[in-house]
C-alpha cells in the first residue's frame, strides 16, 4: 500500500507544480492549487465517509456526521499536512517560482490543509480512487480514532461548519457556581445574535466543548429538516 508521501513523489511534472502554487504565485488563479483543493475536498469527502461507515456499524447518521466532520476539517488537514512536511514542497517551488511570502504562506495552517486537499485532487486524476484511498485512509487514520473515541474538539468542528456561512460564533460564561475548588461553569455559544448552545464542566474550556456539541446537534437538527 502506498502513502500519500509515496505517491507524491510518482505525481506528473505539471500536477505536482499545480498542488504547491499559491495563488499569488501564479499568473493565472487556474494555475494554482485551488481548482484541485475544490476537487479534493469531495475526494477526501467520499474516502473518509466510506471507511468511517464501514468501520463502525453500530454509528448512527449524527454519529458518523460528527467524526466525519472533524476528520475532514480544516484543522485536522492541516495537521496532515504538517505530517507530510508539505511546508517544505511549499517553499521548493516558492523559490522555483520566486514567490512571494514563503514562510509566512507555507506555515499557515489554511494553506496547508488546502495544499493537503489539493494533493488528494491531483492523486485521484492521475491515479484514480481505488489506488489512493488506502494511502488517504493511512494518513487520516489516527484522527478518525481520535474522533471517533469522543475526544473532538466540537468547537474547532463548529467554527469550520460556521465559516461555511461566513459567520463566526462565541462563548460567553453565563455563570460560574460553587465553592473555589468545586467550580460549576456554564457557558453559551452565540451564533448570529441567537444561543445555539449551552454546555457545563468544571472548567470554563470544558464547558464550552459542551456549548459546541450542543450547537452541532442543533444545526445537524435543522439541517435534517430542512432536506
Avoid at 107 to 133: P, R
Avoid at 136 to 146: G, L, Q, R, S, T
Avoid at 202 to 225: C, H, I, N, P, Y
Amino acid at each position: 500500500m502506498a502513502t500519500l508521501a509515496q505517491l507524491a513523489e510518482q505525481l506528473q511534472p505539471d500536477l505536482a507544480r499545480q498542488v504547491f502554487t499559491h495563488s499569488s504565485w501564479a499568473s493565472e488563479r487556474t494555475l494554482s492549487y485551488e481548482r484541485l483543493e475544490f476537487l479534493g475536498d469531495s475526494v477526501l469527502g467520499l474516502c473518509i465517509s466510506t471507511e468511517i461507515y464501514q468501520r463502525y456499524p453500530d454509528y448512527n447518521e449524527g454519529e458518523l456526521a460528527k467524526v466525519r466532520a472533524y476528520v475532514v476539517s480544516r484543522y485536522t488537514c492541516a495537521k496532515v499536512g504538517q505530517t507530510l512536511k508539505l511546508s517544505d514542497r511549499l517553499m521548493r517551488t516558492a523559490e522555483e517560482m520566486e514567490g512571494a511570502n514563503v514562510v509566512q504562506l507555507a506555515e499557515n495552517s489554511n494553506v496547508l490543509a488546502a495544499v493537503v486537499e489539493a494533493l488528494i485532487g491531483a492523486l485521484y486524476l492521475q491515479f484514480g480512487l481505488e489506488s489512493i484511498i488506502d494511502g488517504v485512509i493511512k494518513a487520516f487514520d489516527e484522527h478518525i480514532i481520535y474522533a471517533a473515541s469522543e475526544h473532538v474538539d466540537f468547537k474547532t468542528v463548529l467554527q469550520e461548519e460556521v465559516a461555511k456561512r461566513g459567520s463566526e460564533v462565541t462563548y460567553e460564561v453565563v455563570e460560574a457556581e460553587g465553592p473555589p475548588h468545586e467550580r460549576l461553569f456554564t457557558s453559551e455559544v452565540v451564533l448570529d445574535g441567537e444561543v445555539l448552545g449551552q454546555g457545563r464542566g468544571k472548567t470554563k474550556k470544558v464547558s464550552q466543548q459542551a456549548a459546541a456539541k450542543e450547537a452541532l446537534d442543533v444545526l445537524r437538527v435543522r439541517k435534517e429538516g430542512a432536506s
